[in-house]
């Protein structure tokens, strides 16, 4: 067996209930989630009885996903299951770079804390919405919109799935353009424009209230979403904010670099299902619950 990478769920991964068997489980899991609590209280219990609603407000999504994500970490590492390296979609990275040791998982939290509602508040300032793009790759989903005032690709997550983030009058006749082009838009339920100009105000914030953030040299690689390398400082957690998440190159990356077995930490297995259509021959296994936890146990340890 090649080298073991652990990926964090991002924002839109979210269901009600989430975390709540890794906590009886699980101690290091129910620890993580006292820590939450301490420094934003109910945060497990929105994850736990939270409306669908009320989990789908950027405010409360990302800290939710945070918490279930690193319990699911916290869990497997009681295990005895510890990842060569790891990456993280747009807040999961933040989770990644507190399994990595970059950041304390107090410093983490708190962050992630604060990006939401920096993120919340820029899509309120600016407006944007997001497309899944299909059959088009990047090449050409890139020169659609540059030709479109107000349109950005933002994450690449496959040959032939990008997002794009538009302003409201972008967005407009943006699904018409990807179809006269061969493709086809998808309307994304998010708040904002994320990964894009429109979410400057939150990068800026952000870099303000956080310049004293202490990041350290860290145990394993963590893959930035900006390079899709592994990670060289502290600005990437800004930069990452208001650029594109180059996750298809990225996955790309971890295989050069010789990972094989894929586990993605936190509820839901969106990135499970996009590393499965990057790479077909990997093996992706998945940590959310009891059930998923004991499972990639027994895979791994009789790998």
């Known amino acids: 067996m090649g080298r073991i990478a652990i990926v964090f769920s991002g924002q839109g991964a979210q269901y009600s209930g989430m975390g709540k068997e890794l906590t009886s489980c699980s101690e290091a899991a129910a620890n993580v989630f006292k820590m ?16 669908d609603e009320e989990l789908q407000q950027t ?22 299951i510890i990842a060569d390296c790891a990456a ?19 410093e983490a939290f708190s962050f992630v804390t604060a990006r939401a509602l920096a993120m919340q508040e820029s899509g309120k300032r ?30 690449f997550n ?3 799935q990008i997002s794009v983030s538009c302003t409201e009058e972008a967005a407009k006749d943006f699904p ?7 493709g086809k838009a998808i309307k994304l339920a998010v708040s904002g424009g994320f990964h894009s100009p429109m979410m400057r105000g939150a990068r800026e914030a952000l870099e303000r209230d956080f310049r004293e953030l ?10 930035s979403n900006v390079t899709g390398e592994p990670y060289k400082g502290k600005t990437q957690l800004f930069q990452q904010i208001d650029s594109p998440v180059l996750w298809y190159p990225l996955i790309l990356n971890m295989r050069r670099d010789g990972v094989d077995t894929f586990i993605e930490a936190g509820p839901g297995k969106t990135l499970s299902n996009m590393i499965a259509k990057i790479l077909p021959g990997a ?21």
């Not at 050409?140 to 030709?147: G, I, N, Q």
């Not at 202490?214 to 893959?223: A, D, H, L, N, Q």
Request: charged share 20%.
């Open 59 to 80: 405010e409360n999504t990302q800290p939710c996903i945070f918490c279930v994500s690193y319990a699911a970490a916290a869990a497997l590492a009681e295990k005895g």
């Open 214 to 223: 202490s990041f350290k040299e860290g145990t394993i690689p963590v893959y």
């Open 283 to 303: 093996r992706i296994l998945n940590v959310e619950d009891e059930q998923s936890l004991n499972n990639t146990v027994e895979v791994l340890k009789n790998a």
């Open 36 to 51: 939450a609590d301490a420094i934003r209280p109910d945060t497990s219990k929105q994850c736990f009885e939270g409306s």
């Open 176 to 182: 018409k353009a990807v179809a006269a082009a061969g």
């Open 126 to 155: 600016n407006p944007g919405v997001m497309f899944a793009v299909l059959k088009l790759d990047s090449e050409e989903v890139t020169k659609l919109c540059s030709c479109r005032e107000g349109c950005y690709p933002v994450n």
């Open 88 to 106: 993280g979609f747009s807040l999961g990275e933040v989770t990644a770079l507190a399994y990595g040791g970059y950041l304390s998982e107090e």
């Open 158 to 160: 496959g040959k032939t």
